[in-house]
């Protein structure tokens, strides 16, 4: 869709919520299947890539204002924490540590 609201069309069927675009226009989405993972896809919906790949829950995820990092919670330590991690998936790291659930 342009900015204008014209030449809209709807992307492929994405079985995931908490969907944000980034900057360059690609869409990061926590996946609802198995275990909830956080994924990215370009514009069309199509090219779905997963970035997070666990036994655990990886949800509620923001985007940096300059596309370059995620920002999400996941339990893979027991216990949900806040974790960062590059836009393609790598440098995954945990940001909190503590026993209360963070958001």
Known sequence: MNADGSEQHQIESINGGGSYFT???????HSKTMTSEICI????GKNIVKLTNNDAEDWHLKVSPDGNQIAFMSDRDGNREIYIMNIDGSNQKRLT???????
């Open 41 to 44: 896809t370009d514009d069309e």
């Open 97 to 103: 540590f503590n026993h209360k659930v963070e958001y």
């Open 23 to 29: 900057p360059d226009g690609r869409l990061a989405f």
